[in-house]
């Protein structure tokens, strides 16, 4: 008799458990993902977006006993739009998490909402540096243009390259490029004739390009947003200054893997300095981008890692939390994680919230009939050099 109601206690017990997980599996916890799905940046909604989704496809919508949904909106880098967005997604759908951010604009207009509203502002694109400081709750997982630009502007002084014309876009990022270079290739001996901004909308390098070649400098350093690459490479060789004996720089936003086969061979042996390639030579990144392939049948880039980041970082901190949505208490889970990125080694300062990363020297070579940013140089843990020169 004992044994039967024993039986038949644990019976229920299991039956309760059952019913309780999957009550707890319908709580729902959601994320509202910001992205340019439209316009000049839709190259980068469609590679995060399809990252998120290939990071939920790969570890399953249940984290902590919750159910994870993803509700992607498109602000076409409109700021206005993205505050709007951000908002709505607060306030009607009662997102626990905000993400995306294609342009920096976009992210520093949601800062203000995130600090209010107590809710993780979790920057999977957007490169300036001063992002972070806008609000307690925003961490990044991309990158910032210093971070590459130093690195870039040392490897141009060792090679021996000594009078630099910039190029960058008129906007944030584009100054902390801008800065980042000049100030680290003066201090190696260089010298910066020229310093242009080119607009962020519609842009026609060709001018820009004219006075940087009517600056006979040696090198010329170059800074523009993902998905405008291919355009400024196409003036490049156009205007001939592939053959005018200027070494062209970059961050690896300009070398960006979702162009790169369409710039042709006049890119083979162009140098730049970046947190992702998709020819990164480890099994994490050869498993992530076979399964990304398969997916979505192109290439991801850097864009789509520090959006497939972005879901490892929610997703961890939510089970560090055990499920709980508190904004402060997810923030606090996120400082100091660490992990290993398709990119490399990564981790989340618990100072500044700002992602710490190897920054690679890269070379465009062809492998197998394509073009990829074979890396040759890793400059590792590499941290936000304008918050670290404040520190
Ligand atoms: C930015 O707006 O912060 C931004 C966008 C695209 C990039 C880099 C920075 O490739």
Redesign the pocket.
């Known amino acids: 008799m004992r044994s039967r109601a024993f039986a038949i206690g644990l019976a229920g017990l299991a039956l309760s458990a059952a019913a309780m997980s999957t009550v707890r599996a319908e709580e729902v916890v959601k994320i509202g993902l910001i992205l340019p799905m439209t316009g000049q940046q839709a190259t980068?909604g469609k590679q995060i977006a399809a990252a998120a989704r290939l990071y939920m496809q790969l570890n399953g919508a249940v984290v902590a006993g919750k159910r994870i949904e993803l509700i992607i909106k498109d602000d076409a880098t409109v700021p206005d739009t993205t505050r709007r967005l951000a908002q709505e997604l607060i306030v009607n759908d009662k997102v626990s998490f905000l993400a995306g951010f294609?342009?920096?604009p976009s992210a520093l207009a949601v800062a203000p909402l995130a600090t209010q509203a107590k809710v993780p502002e979790i920057v999977m694109?957007?490169?300036?540096s001063i992002i972070t400081e806008k609000s307690p709750f925003v961490v990044r997982t991309s990158f910032t243009?210093a971070q590459s630009s130093v690195i870039m502007a040392d490897w141009a002084a060792k090679t021996g390259l000594k009078k630099a014309v910039t190029i960058v876009s008129d906007y944030?990022?584009g100054y902390d490029a801008e800065a980042a270079f000049k100030e680290r290739f003066v201090r190696a001996g260089g010298q910066v004739v020229a310093s242009l901004r080119v607009p962020l909308q519609a842009p026609d390098f060709a001018p820009f390009l004219q006075r940087a070649h009517d600056a006979a400098p040696d090198t010329i350093f170059v800074f523009v947003?993902?998905g405008q690459g291919a355009a400024l490479i196409r003036q490049f060789v156009e205007r001939g200054l592939d053959k005018a004996g200027i070494r062209l720089v970059s961050t690896g936003?300009v070398m960006d893997d979702d162009q790169l086969n369409g710039m042709g061979d006049a890119i083979l042996g162009s140098i730049s300095a970046h947190m992702y390639s998709a020819a990164h030579p480890s099994a994490v990144n050869k498993a992530f981008v076979a399964a990304f392939e398969q997916a979505n049948h192109f290439r991801p880039n850097f864009m789509a890692v520090g959006g497939y980041d972005g879901m490892h970082l929610i997703y961890e901190a939510l089970k560090k939390t055990k499920g709980s949505t508190d904004g402060a208490a997810l923030i606090a889970a996120m400082k100091g994680m660490t992990w290993e990125s398709p990119r490399g080694p990564i981790s989340i300062d618990p100072d500044t919230r700002d992602i710490v990363q190897n920054i690679y020297v890269r070379k465009v070579e062809r492998v197998n009939g394509e073009l990829y940013n074979i890396e040759f140089e890793t400059f590792p843990a590499v941290k936000d050099p304008v918050k670290a020169a404040r520190m």
């Open positions: 980068t294609g342009i920096t694109a957007a490169g300036t243009l944030g990022p947003p993902s936003d």
